[in-house]
């Protein structure tokens, strides 16, 4: 029985996929990390052709803030756990008006980000207007956009949620950024980072 913060990919998924998940054996989890909505979405790719796995939402609701953080690094270890992915790519926060909302984004992505180097997965970051940049072709797309869009390249029945739809939005740009020279990407592996 899945968690009730899970998805699978439906009619794109693996298991309905056909012969195509053996030629796409590269697997990519993004992350839409959030105080209280943290999205996921898996996908199998080979840099130009990509299939829904599995996606969702987990919501932490009202919950105390330091349960709400070890919510996230559990049900993000589990998901890392259940699907194995090779690379995990990340929202970066760019900029929020609140002080406070920020440093608990931060703080998000903290247990995201160490959920996924637990589970010995490569880390990745990508600005917002970057993933929007690949999914629409347009850094100011609206949400509504990027759910249409990721609805379209993943061949899926429905649009996702917003937080399903970001967080497929960003493996969708990890995988259109697969063949481009590290040093030239939008993003850096975690492992590289210098204070």
């Not at 899945?2 to 990519?28: D, K, M, T, Y």
């Not at 247990?111 to 690949?134: D, I, M």
Request: hydrophobic share 40%; charged share 20%.
């Amino acid at each position: 029985m899945q968690p009730p913060f899970h998805r699978s990919g439906g009619s794109s998924g693996i298991a309905q996929a056909g012969g195509a998940e053996a030629r796409l054996r590269h697997r990519v989890l993004g992350i839409d990390p959030g105080s209280r909505n943290t999205g996921f979405g898996v996908i199998d790719t080979d840099g130009q052709r990509s299939v829904c796995i599995a996606s969702g939402c987990i919501r932490v609701g009202q919950h105390p803030w330091p349960d709400r953080l070890g919510m996230i690094f559990d049900r993000i270890a589990a998901v890392v756990a259940e699907h194995k992915p090779h690379e995990m790519a990340v929202e970066q926060l760019i900029f929020a008006r609140d002080p406070t909302a920020a440093l608990k984004i931060g703080q998000a992505r903290g247990a995201v980000l160490c959920a996924g180097l637990k589970g010995g997965v490569v880390v990745h970051e990508y600005s917002p207007k970057s993933v929007k940049l690949a999914v629409v072709g347009s850094g100011g797309a609206e949400k509504s956009q990027v759910q249409h869009m990721v609805k379209i390249l993943l061949a899926l029945e429905t649009a996702p949620g917003e937080d399903e739809a970001d967080a497929l939005a960003i493996a969708l740009c990890h995988a259109h950024s697969m063949g481009i020279p590290a040093r030239k990407r939008a993003a850096a592996s975690w492992r590289d980072f210098r204070p």
